[in-house]
Protein backbone atom coordinates (compact mmCIF):
# COMPACT_ATOMS: atom_id res chain seq x y z
CA UNK A 1 0.00 0.00 0.00
CA UNK A 2 1.02 3.53 -0.86
CA UNK A 3 2.16 5.58 1.75
CA UNK A 4 -0.30 8.40 2.10
CA UNK A 5 1.61 10.84 5.00
CA UNK A 6 5.45 11.28 4.63
CA UNK A 7 7.73 9.62 7.15
CA UNK A 8 9.90 13.22 8.01
CA UNK A 9 9.74 16.53 6.75
CA UNK A 10 12.50 19.41 6.40
CA UNK A 11 12.30 23.08 6.02
CA UNK A 12 15.09 25.05 4.54
CA UNK A 13 16.44 24.06 0.76
CA UNK A 14 19.62 25.81 0.88
CA UNK A 15 22.62 23.73 -0.23
CA UNK A 16 22.58 21.30 2.79
CA UNK A 17 19.14 21.18 3.21
CA UNK A 18 19.23 19.71 -0.26
CA UNK A 19 21.70 17.45 0.69
CA UNK A 20 20.17 16.22 3.65
CA UNK A 21 16.59 15.68 2.05
CA UNK A 22 18.33 14.08 -0.47
CA UNK A 23 19.78 11.48 1.91
CA UNK A 24 16.80 10.68 3.60
CA UNK A 25 14.99 9.99 0.24
CA UNK A 26 17.90 7.73 -0.60
CA UNK A 27 17.22 5.76 2.53
CA UNK A 28 13.58 4.94 1.71
CA UNK A 29 12.25 7.73 3.44
CA UNK A 30 9.21 9.69 1.85
CA UNK A 31 9.99 13.28 2.97
CA UNK A 32 7.98 16.50 2.67
CA UNK A 33 9.85 19.76 1.71
CA UNK A 34 9.12 23.24 2.70
CA UNK A 35 10.75 26.35 1.94
CA UNK A 36 9.91 30.17 2.06
CA UNK A 37 10.35 30.72 -1.79
CA UNK A 38 8.22 28.13 -3.59
CA UNK A 39 10.23 28.31 -6.81
CA UNK A 40 13.43 26.72 -5.05
CA UNK A 41 11.12 23.86 -3.77
CA UNK A 42 9.25 22.92 -6.95
CA UNK A 43 12.78 22.95 -8.63
CA UNK A 44 14.34 21.45 -5.84
CA UNK A 45 11.38 18.59 -6.50
CA UNK A 46 11.59 18.45 -10.11
CA UNK A 47 15.48 17.83 -10.43
CA UNK A 48 15.15 15.17 -8.06
CA UNK A 49 11.75 12.83 -10.01
CA UNK A 50 13.19 9.44 -8.82
CA UNK A 51 14.49 9.16 -5.32
CA UNK A 52 13.37 5.67 -3.40
CA UNK A 53 11.50 7.59 -0.95
CA UNK A 54 9.80 10.13 -2.82
CA UNK A 55 10.37 13.68 -2.57
CA UNK A 56 6.94 15.90 -1.79
CA UNK A 57 6.88 19.59 -1.97
CA UNK A 58 5.09 21.65 0.16
CA UNK A 59 3.52 25.22 -0.37
CA UNK A 60 2.88 26.20 2.85
CA UNK A 61 3.59 25.10 6.50
CA UNK A 62 0.28 24.34 6.86
CA UNK A 63 0.57 21.88 3.82
CA UNK A 64 3.55 20.73 5.39
CA UNK A 65 2.17 19.96 8.58
CA UNK A 66 -0.56 17.99 7.43
CA UNK A 67 1.62 15.76 5.35
CA UNK A 68 3.43 14.07 8.13
CA UNK A 69 2.55 11.06 9.72
CA UNK A 70 1.91 11.59 13.38
CA UNK A 71 4.13 12.02 15.63
CA UNK A 72 5.21 14.56 13.46
CA UNK A 73 9.30 14.89 12.67
CA UNK A 74 10.66 18.37 10.90
CA UNK A 75 13.98 19.25 10.43
CA UNK A 76 14.77 22.81 10.45
CA UNK A 77 17.99 23.51 8.45
CA UNK A 78 17.82 27.43 8.37
CA UNK A 79 19.91 29.87 9.55
CA UNK A 80 20.64 29.67 12.80
CA UNK A 81 19.45 32.49 16.09
CA UNK A 82 16.08 34.57 14.80
CA UNK A 83 15.15 32.57 11.22
CA UNK A 84 15.36 29.32 13.68
CA UNK A 85 13.22 30.76 16.38
CA UNK A 86 10.96 32.15 13.52
CA UNK A 87 10.17 28.87 11.81
CA UNK A 88 9.55 27.14 15.17
CA UNK A 89 7.11 30.10 16.04
CA UNK A 90 5.32 29.82 12.81
CA UNK A 91 5.00 25.90 13.25
CA UNK A 92 4.03 25.53 16.98
CA UNK A 93 0.16 26.70 15.95
CA UNK A 94 -0.07 24.03 13.45
CA UNK A 95 1.08 20.75 16.21
CA UNK A 96 0.06 18.43 18.15
CA UNK A 97 1.32 17.21 21.44
CA UNK A 98 4.38 15.00 20.71
CA UNK A 99 5.60 16.07 17.65
CA UNK A 100 8.62 16.61 17.45
CA UNK A 101 11.09 19.58 15.82
CA UNK A 102 14.90 18.88 15.38
CA UNK A 103 17.41 21.66 14.51
CA UNK A 104 20.23 20.94 12.78
CA UNK A 105 21.32 24.00 12.11
CA UNK A 106 24.95 25.17 14.44
CA UNK A 107 22.88 26.75 16.76
CA UNK A 108 24.13 28.04 20.42
CA UNK A 109 23.52 24.65 23.00
CA UNK A 110 21.78 27.76 24.77
CA UNK A 111 19.27 28.80 22.48
CA UNK A 112 18.76 24.59 22.34
CA UNK A 113 18.37 24.73 26.17
CA UNK A 114 15.53 27.33 26.14
CA UNK A 115 13.65 25.97 22.82
CA UNK A 116 13.60 22.65 24.59
CA UNK A 117 12.04 23.92 27.73
CA UNK A 118 9.80 26.31 26.12
CA UNK A 119 8.18 23.62 23.53
CA UNK A 120 7.79 20.96 26.41
CA UNK A 121 5.86 23.36 28.20
CA UNK A 122 3.38 23.24 25.03
CA UNK A 123 4.02 19.26 24.77
CA UNK A 124 5.99 19.07 22.22
CA UNK A 125 9.32 17.92 21.43
CA UNK A 126 12.71 19.16 20.63
CA UNK A 127 15.74 17.55 19.53
CA UNK A 128 18.75 19.73 19.02
CA UNK A 129 21.20 17.86 16.86
CA UNK A 130 24.87 18.61 15.40
CA UNK A 131 25.34 17.32 11.90
CA UNK A 132 28.93 17.60 10.75
CA UNK A 133 30.35 16.98 7.03
CA UNK A 134 29.67 19.58 5.22
CA UNK A 135 27.70 19.63 2.28
CA UNK A 136 29.22 15.94 1.14
CA UNK A 137 28.77 14.61 4.23
CA UNK A 138 24.94 15.83 4.25
CA UNK A 139 24.75 13.90 1.28
CA UNK A 140 26.48 10.81 2.12
CA UNK A 141 26.57 9.79 5.51
CA UNK A 142 27.50 12.89 8.16
CA UNK A 143 28.07 12.40 11.64
CA UNK A 144 24.62 13.36 13.40
CA UNK A 145 24.95 14.55 17.53
CA UNK A 146 21.58 14.90 18.64
CA UNK A 147 20.52 15.82 22.13
CA UNK A 148 17.14 15.98 23.71
CA UNK A 149 14.32 14.17 25.49
CA UNK A 150 15.32 10.08 25.11
CA UNK A 151 12.18 9.18 24.25
CA UNK A 152 11.83 11.94 21.01
CA UNK A 153 15.05 10.52 20.16
CA UNK A 154 13.94 6.80 19.84
CA UNK A 155 11.37 8.02 16.91
CA UNK A 156 14.19 9.85 15.17
CA UNK A 157 16.33 7.24 15.55
CA UNK A 158 15.85 4.76 12.61
CA UNK A 159 16.02 8.13 10.12
CA UNK A 160 19.58 9.12 11.96
CA UNK A 161 20.93 6.02 11.91
CA UNK A 162 20.23 5.16 8.42
CA UNK A 163 21.59 8.71 6.80
CA UNK A 164 24.54 9.15 9.27
CA UNK A 165 28.05 8.46 7.66
CA UNK A 166 29.35 4.48 8.70
CA UNK A 167 32.20 2.49 9.41
CA UNK A 168 33.75 -0.61 9.42
CA UNK A 169 32.84 -2.24 12.95
CA UNK A 170 36.21 -3.71 13.40
CA UNK A 171 38.71 -1.32 11.90
CA UNK A 172 36.36 1.85 12.45
CA UNK A 173 37.67 3.46 9.02
CA UNK A 174 34.75 4.94 7.26
CA UNK A 175 32.80 2.94 4.68
CA UNK A 176 32.79 5.16 1.48
CA UNK A 177 31.61 4.26 -2.07
CA UNK A 178 27.89 5.85 -1.68
CA UNK A 179 26.35 7.86 -4.82
CA UNK A 180 23.07 9.03 -5.30
CA UNK A 181 20.12 6.37 -4.98
CA UNK A 182 22.79 4.22 -4.04
CA UNK A 183 23.61 4.90 0.11
CA UNK A 184 26.43 3.02 1.88
CA UNK A 185 25.08 -0.47 3.35
CA UNK A 186 25.56 -1.73 6.63
CA UNK A 187 28.56 -1.16 8.98
CA UNK A 188 28.14 1.08 12.70
CA UNK A 189 26.13 4.21 12.10
CA UNK A 190 27.75 7.66 13.52
CA UNK A 191 25.36 8.96 15.48
CA UNK A 192 24.31 7.79 18.68
CA UNK A 193 21.90 9.77 21.52
CA UNK A 194 24.32 12.68 23.20
CA UNK A 195 22.38 13.72 26.45
CA UNK A 196 19.47 16.08 27.17
CA UNK A 197 18.30 19.31 26.13
CA UNK A 198 21.31 21.10 24.34
CA UNK A 199 23.26 18.05 24.91
CA UNK A 200 23.98 17.98 20.85
CA UNK A 201 24.86 21.27 20.04
CA UNK A 202 27.27 21.22 22.89
CA UNK A 203 29.36 18.54 21.32
CA UNK A 204 29.19 19.44 17.81
CA UNK A 205 30.13 23.00 19.31
CA UNK A 206 33.10 21.41 20.74
CA UNK A 207 33.91 19.41 17.54
CA UNK A 208 34.13 22.78 15.77
CA UNK A 209 36.87 23.87 18.34
CA UNK A 210 38.85 20.68 18.10
CA UNK A 211 38.77 21.19 14.35
CA UNK A 212 39.82 24.49 14.73
CA UNK A 213 42.92 23.16 16.38
CA UNK A 214 43.29 20.53 14.18
CA UNK A 215 43.21 22.56 10.82
CA UNK A 216 45.94 25.15 13.00
CA UNK A 217 48.16 23.08 14.02
CA UNK A 218 48.67 21.19 9.97
CA UNK A 219 48.95 24.52 8.79
CA UNK A 220 51.73 24.88 11.42
CA UNK A 221 53.28 22.21 10.32
CA UNK A 222 53.21 23.25 6.67
CA UNK A 223 54.59 26.57 7.62
CA UNK A 224 57.60 25.04 9.55
CA UNK A 225 58.41 22.74 6.42
CA UNK A 226 58.22 25.82 3.92
CA UNK A 227 59.46 28.40 6.53
CA UNK A 228 62.32 26.13 7.71
CA UNK A 229 63.63 23.73 4.90
CA UNK A 230 61.93 25.25 2.16
CA UNK A 231 60.26 22.88 0.88
CA UNK A 232 57.83 23.50 -2.16
CA UNK A 233 54.14 22.83 -2.17
CA UNK A 234 54.13 19.36 -3.72
CA UNK A 235 57.22 18.01 -1.75
CA UNK A 236 55.00 18.87 1.15
CA UNK A 237 51.95 16.70 -0.31
CA UNK A 238 53.66 14.19 -0.61
CA UNK A 239 55.10 14.07 3.13
CA UNK A 240 51.48 14.66 3.91
CA UNK A 241 50.33 11.63 1.83
CA UNK A 242 53.17 9.57 3.87
CA UNK A 243 51.73 10.80 6.89
CA UNK A 244 48.05 9.65 6.26
CA UNK A 245 49.35 5.95 5.63
CA UNK A 246 50.19 6.03 9.43
CA UNK A 247 48.98 7.60 13.09
CA UNK A 248 47.88 10.90 11.54
CA UNK A 249 45.40 9.23 9.07
CA UNK A 250 42.45 11.75 9.03
CA UNK A 251 40.13 13.59 6.64
CA UNK A 252 41.94 16.40 7.05
CA UNK A 253 45.32 15.28 6.37
CA UNK A 254 44.32 13.62 3.58
CA UNK A 255 42.67 16.81 1.65
CA UNK A 256 46.09 18.43 2.96
CA UNK A 257 47.87 16.19 0.47
CA UNK A 258 45.35 16.95 -2.12
CA UNK A 259 45.68 20.64 -1.58
CA UNK A 260 49.37 21.03 -2.01
CA UNK A 261 49.40 18.77 -4.96
CA UNK A 262 47.65 20.82 -6.70
CA UNK A 263 47.80 23.13 -9.50
CA UNK A 264 46.72 26.78 -10.10
CA UNK A 265 44.53 26.43 -13.26
CA UNK A 266 44.31 30.22 -14.41
CA UNK A 267 48.32 30.36 -13.24
CA UNK A 268 49.80 27.06 -13.48
CA UNK A 269 51.52 27.64 -9.92
CA UNK A 270 51.05 25.73 -6.85
CA UNK A 271 47.33 26.31 -5.99
CA UNK A 272 48.39 27.00 -2.22
CA UNK A 273 50.30 29.91 -2.80
CA UNK A 274 47.81 31.81 -4.63
CA UNK A 275 45.52 31.69 -2.08
CA UNK A 276 45.46 34.99 0.31
CA UNK A 277 46.28 34.15 3.66
CA UNK A 278 43.19 35.52 5.70
CA UNK A 279 41.24 32.90 7.42
CA UNK A 280 37.27 33.57 7.47
CA UNK A 281 35.42 31.69 11.08
CA UNK A 282 31.75 31.27 11.78
CA UNK A 283 31.77 31.35 15.30
CA UNK A 284 31.45 28.34 16.93
CA UNK A 285 35.69 28.03 17.66
CA UNK A 286 35.45 31.26 19.07
CA UNK A 287 32.17 29.76 21.22
CA UNK A 288 34.07 26.88 22.39
CA UNK A 289 36.65 29.27 23.91
CA UNK A 290 34.75 31.38 25.32
CA UNK A 291 33.00 28.71 27.07
CA UNK A 292 36.24 27.44 28.26
CA UNK A 293 36.75 30.41 29.76
CA UNK A 294 33.61 31.18 31.30
CA UNK A 295 33.88 27.16 32.76
CA UNK A 296 37.50 28.07 34.00
CA UNK A 297 38.72 24.83 31.91
CA UNK A 298 42.20 25.03 29.84
CA UNK A 299 41.94 24.94 26.54
CA UNK A 300 44.78 27.14 25.31
CA UNK A 301 45.78 25.23 21.90
CA UNK A 302 41.76 25.21 20.56
CA UNK A 303 41.99 29.24 21.63
CA UNK A 304 45.18 29.71 19.57
CA UNK A 305 43.95 28.52 16.48
CA UNK A 306 41.10 30.85 16.75
CA UNK A 307 43.53 33.69 17.25
CA UNK A 308 45.22 32.49 14.61
CA UNK A 309 42.54 33.39 11.96
CA UNK A 310 42.20 36.17 13.82
CA UNK A 311 45.81 37.59 13.37
CA UNK A 312 45.42 36.31 10.00
CA UNK A 313 42.67 39.05 9.61
CA UNK A 314 44.50 41.28 9.68
CA UNK A 315 46.57 41.12 6.45
CA UNK A 316 47.65 44.89 5.74
CA UNK A 317 48.77 45.80 9.39
CA UNK A 318 50.79 42.75 8.86
CA UNK A 319 52.23 43.48 5.94
CA UNK A 320 52.96 46.96 6.95
CA UNK A 321 54.60 45.49 9.87
CA UNK A 322 56.72 42.82 8.05
CA UNK A 323 58.87 46.09 6.92
CA UNK A 324 59.16 47.59 10.44
CA UNK A 325 59.66 44.34 12.52
CA UNK A 326 62.61 41.98 12.41
CA UNK A 327 62.80 38.55 13.42
CA UNK A 328 66.04 36.33 14.19
CA UNK A 329 68.29 35.64 11.16
CA UNK A 330 68.87 31.75 12.12
CA UNK A 331 68.75 29.25 9.66
CA UNK A 332 68.11 25.41 10.30
CA UNK A 333 71.19 23.58 8.49
CA UNK A 334 70.54 20.26 10.41
CA UNK A 335 69.04 16.69 8.83
CA UNK A 336 65.78 17.14 6.02
CA UNK A 337 64.55 13.83 7.59
CA UNK A 338 64.96 14.42 10.60
CA UNK A 339 63.33 17.18 11.07
CA UNK A 340 60.34 16.08 8.85
CA UNK A 341 60.02 12.92 10.91
CA UNK A 342 59.91 15.39 14.62
CA UNK A 343 57.45 17.52 12.66
CA UNK A 344 55.27 15.12 12.63
CA UNK A 345 55.49 14.27 16.44
CA UNK A 346 54.91 17.56 17.06
CA UNK A 347 51.67 17.39 14.92
CA UNK A 348 50.55 14.53 16.54
CA UNK A 349 51.50 15.28 20.11
CA UNK A 350 49.94 19.06 19.77
CA UNK A 351 46.33 16.83 18.71
CA UNK A 352 46.80 14.66 21.25
CA UNK A 353 46.69 17.81 23.54
CA UNK A 354 44.15 19.73 22.05
CA UNK A 355 41.74 16.86 21.85
CA UNK A 356 42.31 16.37 25.61
CA UNK A 357 41.06 20.03 26.41
CA UNK A 358 38.09 19.14 24.23
CA UNK A 359 37.24 16.45 26.45
CA UNK A 360 37.97 18.29 29.58
CA UNK A 361 35.66 20.81 28.83
CA UNK A 362 33.02 18.14 27.53
CA UNK A 363 33.32 16.27 30.69
CA UNK A 364 32.96 19.81 33.35
CA UNK A 365 29.87 20.79 31.14
CA UNK A 366 28.09 17.37 32.27
CA UNK A 367 28.33 18.24 35.63
CA UNK A 368 27.60 21.66 34.84
CA UNK A 369 24.48 21.12 32.73
CA UNK A 370 23.13 17.80 34.21
CA UNK A 371 23.97 15.61 31.14
CA UNK A 372 25.30 11.94 31.27
CA UNK A 373 28.07 12.46 28.32
CA UNK A 374 29.37 8.82 26.93
CA UNK A 375 32.98 10.02 25.22
CA UNK A 376 34.17 6.89 24.13
CA UNK A 377 30.69 7.07 22.20
CA UNK A 378 30.88 10.80 21.22
CA UNK A 379 34.29 9.74 19.65
CA UNK A 380 33.05 6.61 17.96
CA UNK A 381 30.50 8.84 15.83
CA UNK A 382 33.37 11.36 15.20
CA UNK A 383 35.24 8.59 12.81
CA UNK A 384 33.22 8.73 9.88
CA UNK A 385 31.39 11.69 8.35
CA UNK A 386 32.66 14.50 10.51
CA UNK A 387 35.66 16.64 9.35
CA UNK A 388 38.10 15.65 12.20
CA UNK A 389 37.27 12.29 11.47
CA UNK A 390 40.13 10.02 11.68
CA UNK A 391 41.94 6.95 12.50
CA UNK A 392 43.62 8.83 16.04
CA UNK A 393 39.42 8.71 17.44
CA UNK A 394 39.76 4.67 17.41
CA UNK A 395 42.21 5.70 20.13
CA UNK A 396 40.01 7.69 22.29
CA UNK A 397 37.43 5.32 22.30
CA UNK A 398 39.77 2.53 23.19
CA UNK A 399 41.07 5.31 25.91
CA UNK A 400 37.71 5.52 27.41
CA UNK A 401 36.45 1.98 27.53
CA UNK A 402 39.14 1.05 29.42
CA UNK A 403 38.18 4.01 32.20
CA UNK A 404 34.89 5.56 31.50
CA UNK A 405 35.90 7.91 34.14
CA UNK A 406 39.29 8.62 32.69
CA UNK A 407 40.39 12.67 33.72
CA UNK A 408 42.47 13.18 30.93
CA UNK A 409 43.43 11.77 27.96
CA UNK A 410 47.09 12.32 28.64
CA UNK A 411 46.54 9.97 31.62
CA UNK A 412 45.53 6.96 28.94
CA UNK A 413 48.41 4.61 28.91
CA UNK A 414 48.44 4.74 24.79
CA UNK A 415 48.66 8.30 25.13
CA UNK A 416 51.08 8.70 27.81
CA UNK A 417 53.21 6.51 26.37
CA UNK A 418 52.57 8.21 22.28
CA UNK A 419 53.75 11.56 24.58
CA UNK A 420 56.68 10.38 25.90
CA UNK A 421 58.22 8.78 23.01
CA UNK A 422 57.85 11.40 20.59
CA UNK A 423 58.19 14.73 23.21
CA UNK A 424 61.75 15.30 22.34
CA UNK A 425 61.04 15.87 18.80
CA UNK A 426 58.10 17.77 19.93
CA UNK A 427 60.56 20.54 21.92
CA UNK A 428 62.52 20.42 19.35
CA UNK A 429 60.46 21.71 17.02
CA UNK A 430 58.91 24.05 18.99
CA UNK A 431 62.37 25.54 20.48
CA UNK A 432 63.55 25.91 16.43
CA UNK A 433 60.09 27.91 15.51
CA UNK A 434 60.99 30.23 17.97
CA UNK A 435 64.75 30.57 16.87
CA UNK A 436 64.30 30.52 13.78
CA UNK A 437 61.14 32.84 14.04
CA UNK A 438 58.03 31.07 12.16
CA UNK A 439 54.93 31.29 14.63
CA UNK A 440 53.37 27.91 15.94
CA UNK A 441 50.85 28.92 18.59
CA UNK A 442 49.20 25.62 18.49
CA UNK A 443 52.61 23.22 18.59
CA UNK A 444 53.32 25.97 21.70
CA UNK A 445 50.49 26.48 23.72
CA UNK A 446 49.84 22.44 23.70
CA UNK A 447 53.76 22.00 24.88
CA UNK A 448 53.00 24.86 27.91
CA UNK A 449 49.76 22.62 28.73
CA UNK A 450 51.56 19.73 28.82
CA UNK A 451 54.19 20.86 30.86
CA UNK A 452 51.93 22.89 33.15
CA UNK A 453 49.48 19.97 33.28
CA UNK A 454 52.45 17.49 34.56
CA UNK A 455 53.73 19.70 37.55
CA UNK A 456 52.81 19.01 40.78
CA UNK A 457 53.38 22.75 41.85
CA UNK A 458 53.17 26.19 39.71
CA UNK A 459 54.09 29.54 40.43
CA UNK A 460 50.17 30.61 41.08
CA UNK A 461 51.01 30.41 44.56
CA UNK A 462 53.04 33.83 43.20
CA UNK A 463 49.96 34.83 41.58
CA UNK A 464 48.04 34.51 44.93
CA UNK A 465 50.02 35.74 46.87
CA UNK A 466 50.11 39.10 44.57
CA UNK A 467 46.12 38.94 45.22
CA UNK A 468 46.21 38.82 48.47
CA UNK A 469 48.86 41.91 48.70
CA UNK A 470 47.13 44.46 46.36
CA UNK A 471 43.73 43.32 46.76
CA UNK A 472 43.25 40.98 50.40
CA UNK A 473 41.89 38.46 47.97
CA UNK A 474 43.44 35.68 50.33
CA UNK A 475 45.42 32.44 50.28
CA UNK A 476 45.47 29.11 50.90
CA UNK A 477 48.15 27.30 52.60
CA UNK A 478 49.93 24.11 52.32
CA UNK A 479 50.49 23.39 55.57
CA UNK A 480 46.71 23.34 56.60
CA UNK A 481 43.82 21.47 54.38
CA UNK A 482 42.15 22.27 51.33
CA UNK A 483 39.40 25.22 51.47
CA UNK A 484 40.70 27.21 54.67
CA UNK A 485 41.48 30.80 53.82
CA UNK A 486 44.01 33.60 55.01
CA UNK A 487 45.20 36.80 54.63
CA UNK A 488 48.20 38.66 55.61
CA UNK A 489 48.30 42.51 56.82
CA UNK A 490 50.64 43.90 54.13
CA UNK A 491 52.08 46.77 55.32
CA UNK A 492 50.65 49.73 54.13
CA UNK A 493 51.56 51.42 50.72
CA UNK A 494 50.30 53.37 48.54
CA UNK A 495 48.80 51.07 46.09
CA UNK A 496 45.76 50.43 43.58
CA UNK A 497 42.96 48.30 45.54
CA UNK A 498 42.63 46.38 42.26
CA UNK A 499 40.47 43.14 41.31
CA UNK A 500 42.71 40.60 39.49
Known amino acids: M ?13 VMGQNL ?38 KTLGEFVQSLAKPRKMVILVQAGKATDAVIDGLVPLLEKDDIIIDGGNALWTDTIRREKQLREKGLRFIGSGVSG ?29 IAAKVDGKTGKPLTGATPGHPVVGGVPCTTYIGENGAGHYVKMVHNGIEYGDMQMICEAYSLMQGLLGLKPAQMGEIFSQWN ?25 AFVDVVLDTAGQKGTGKWTSTNALDMGVPAPTIAEAVFARCISAIKDERVAASKILKGPGRKYRGSKKALVDAIRDALYCSKICSYAQGFQLMRTAQAEFGWKLNFGEIAQIFRGGCIIRAAFLQKITEAYARNPHLANLLLDPYFNKTVKKAQENWRKVVSLAAECGVAAPTF ?49 KSRPQLEA
Open 245 to 269: AGALDSFLIEITADILKQKDPASKK
Open 2 to 14: AKTHSDIGLIGLA
Open 444 to 492: SSALSYYDSYRSARLPANLLQAQRDYFGAHTYERTDKPRGKFFHIDWPE
Open 134 to 162: GEEGARFGPSLMPGGEFAAWKELKPVWEA
Open 21 to 58: ALNIADHGFRISVYNRTTEKTDKFVAENPSTPGGLIGT
